[in-house]
């Protein structure tokens, strides 16, 4: 990231404990608006603990998280509002069709109809769902339950969108919509801070990874960058993470 680059998320010495277990160790760390950033990372390294701080969901033992200018805890409803959020197992009201669930959404946020009924269409049609508008939720699979998240999650323009595990249960053309579609948010300035265990997606698409280990950020950069610090040159993401992953090497912070 430049230093002439706007940051958009600031994770300033974030420290979370449950009783005596440490999930996240004083992670500072910033992403750049219109940045399509990589949050990487085996189970049980810190991955959700720390999306659920970026989301508001729960606070960390200290350190300070900034969204857009607002401090996360001092102005929660401004720094959430710049957020549009997508768990990897999202909980939908099921007995709700989509175009019921977007005008539900859209009303938490104050969107007008005219916008949740613009966006929804578009998004339906996009993502294959266009048929499917009336139907209940509950009939969906995984994987349109995934999209049609995806699609509330916006309905607000959010400034950010936060992205766990996107491509969980997605035949391989909705992949490549959502990968596609990913792209031309970031083009538009949105950013995206995406974590997946499917590291195809995240070598295609982020253009800098952090790779968390243990509760510290193991390492940080492009592509290139990480495969410098694993000596990996010309390997792909999965060879360079499971490298950095399985060493015990100090953290090491590339800029």
Same mark, same amino acid.
């Given at each position: 990231?430049?230093?002439?680059?706007?940051?958009?998320?600031?994770?300033?010495?974030?420290?979370?404990?449950?009783?005596?277990?440490?999930?996240?160790?004083?992670?500072?760390? %910033?992403?750049? +608006?219109?940045?399509?950033?990589?949050?990487?990372?085996?189970?049980?390294?810190?991955?959700?603990?720390?999306?659920?701080?970026?989301?508001?969901?729960?606070?960390?033992?200290?350190?300070?998280?900034?969204?857009?200018? /607002?401090?996360?805890?001092?102005?929660?409803? &401004?720094?959430?509002?710049?957020?549009?959020?997508?768990?990897?197992?999202?909980?939908? /009201?099921?007995?709700?069709?989509?175009?019921?669930?977007?005008?539900?959404?859209?009303?938490?946020?104050?969107?007008? !109809?005219?916008?949740?009924?613009?966006?929804?269409?578009?998004?339906?049609?996009?993502?294959?769902?266009?048929? +499917? +508008?009336?139907?209940?939720?509950?009939?969906?699979?995984?994987?349109?339950?995934? &999209?049609?998240?995806?699609?509330?999650?916006?309905?607000?323009?959010?400034?950010?969108?936060?992205?766990? %595990?996107?491509?969980?249960?997605?035949?391989?053309?909705?992949? !490549?919509?959502?990968?596609?579609?990913? !792209?031309?948010? *970031?083009?538009?300035? &949105?950013?995206?801070?995406?974590?997946?265990?499917?590291?195809?997606?995240?070598?295609?698409?982020?253009?800098?990874?952090?790779?968390?280990?243990?509760?510290?950020?193991?390492?940080?950069?492009?592509?290139?960058?990480?495969?410098?610090?694993?000596?990996?040159?010309?390997?792909?993401?999965?060879?360079?993470?499971?490298?950095? *992953?399985?060493?015990?090497?100090?953290?090491?912070?590339?800029?």
């Amino acid at each position: 990231m430049n230093q002439n680059d706007e940051s958009i998320i600031k994770f300033d010495s974030i420290h979370k404990e449950y009783g005596d277990f440490t999930a996240v160790k004083e992670i500072t760390l %910033e992403i750049a +608006k219109g940045e399509l950033f990589g949050f990487l990372g085996p189970n049980g390294a810190g991955k959700t603990t720390m999306i659920r701080m970026l989301t508001g969901i729960i606070r960390p033992t200290s350190g300070r998280i900034n969204i857009g200018g /607002y401090d996360l805890y001092k102005d929660p409803l &401004k720094a959430k509002a710049m957020i549009g959020y997508v768990p990897d197992r999202p909980y939908l /009201y099921e007995k709700l069709s989509p175009v019921e669930y977007f005008e539900f959404m859209g009303g938490l946020y104050n969107v007008k !109809k005219e916008r949740i009924k613009e966006i929804s269409e578009k998004m339906l049609k996009l993502f294959d769902l266009w048929e +499917k +508008k009336d139907e209940l939720i509950e009939s969906f699979s995984h994987g349109m339950k995934q &999209k049609t998240a995806m699609i509330a999650a916006i309905l607000h323009d959010p400034e950010i969108l936060v992205v766990d %595990e996107p491509t969980v249960g997605l035949d391989p053309r909705s992949i !490549k919509l959502v990968k596609e579609y990913f !792209k031309n948010l *970031t083009n538009e300035g &949105k950013t995206l801070f995406l974590t997946t265990h499917t590291l195809s997606v995240a070598e295609d698409l982020c253009q800098r990874i952090a790779i968390i280990r243990h509760g510290e950020i193991a390492a940080l950069g492009t592509l290139t960058q990480l495969q410098e610090q694993a000596k990996l040159p010309g390997n792909d993401l999965e060879a360079v993470f499971l490298k950095l *992953t399985e060493e015990e090497n100090e953290k090491v912070n590339i800029n």
